[in-house]
């Protein structure tokens, strides 16, 4: 009798197990993102690629042929002035040792006469788990969305 109850226990118990796992693992796919965007505000465009991508990462830039490996990506890694880049993660998911992050990203630049242009577009980032089991990004996209009419 005490065998069944095991079995009953570990069917019921096991899938409710690897939810609670996967929604852990987007949460912190999410956490990264954010903590990601706070460290480029702070270190700069270079170091937070540097810390956050893969050394086989792809940039997709707009209008841009594709940017492979990170060292080809640092090489282009400038911050332009008076330009601050957020973005938020909106939704995501994950599936073994990959996982995605997409959400809506603004762009302010302060001009010389002090007004600020803004631009505004949407970017997706897939993340893969490293072999120390933290996570990197492995491609970043963006895109601008139309000026308002």
Known sequence: MQFFKIILVLIFVTPFAALAQEKDDI???FALDREFVQYRLKNGTYKAFAKYLAD?????PPGEAPKVGLAAILKDAGDKPNTTVTW???AGDISGDLGYTWG?????????DGSVSKQHGKYASVWKRQPDNGWKIVIDSFSLNPPPQ
Request: net charge negative; glycine share 0%.
């Open 27 to 29: 949460e912190t796919l």
């Open 56 to 60: 086989d990462a792809v940039t997709l």
């Open 88 to 90: 938020e993660p909106e």
């Open 104 to 112: 809506p990203f603004s762009i302010n630049t302060i001009k010389a």
